[in-house]
Nanobody, 127 residues
Framework: QVQLVESGGGLVQAGGSLRLSCAAS????????MGWFRQAPGKEREFVAA????????YYADSVKGRFTISRDNAKNTVYLQMNSLKPEDTGVYYC????????????????????WGKGTLVTVSS
């Protein structure tokens, strides 16, 4: 049974940093993208970042470019999201996702349709 377990969320002041982790278990994800989405209160879930299997290709939403960095450790089946210069608008539940092509689905408006989802971790940024 595949499980994605996020950790690292919490309360931080604006301008601060957090590092999220997502550990996957139940299978290996060769050739799969891993990524992060978030959902703010009262809003739809949105794409944040994705990384290819090799780690050589990374993709970010415009709203987080230059502030967030996604990385992965395939030996640990884990993906990370380093979040710096956090803003109150970054507040939300952050979900880990795994899919064969996260970017293609996001571009087609199918961001809700990932192969696997974690249960999320809450990030709150105070002003």
């Amino acid at each position: 049974q595949v499980q994605l377990v996020e950790s690292g969320g919490g309360l931080v002041q604006a301008g601060g940093s957090l590092r999220l982790s997502c550990a996957a278990s139940g299978r290996t994800f060769s050739s799969y993208f891993m990524g992060w989405f978030r959902q703010a209160p009262g809003k739809e879930r949105e794409f944040v970042a994705a990384i290819s299997w090799s780690g050589g290709n990374t993709y970010y939403a415009d709203s987080v470019k230059g502030r967030f960095t996604i990385s992965r450790d395939n030996a640990k089946n884990t993906v990370y999201l380093q979040m710096n210069s956090l803003k109150p608008e970054d507040t939300g539940v952050y979900y880990c996702a795994v899919d064969r092509d996260i970017l293609a689905k996001v571009r087609l408006g199918l961001g809700y349709d990932m192969d696997y989802w974690g249960k999320g971790t809450l990030v709150t940024v105070s002003s």
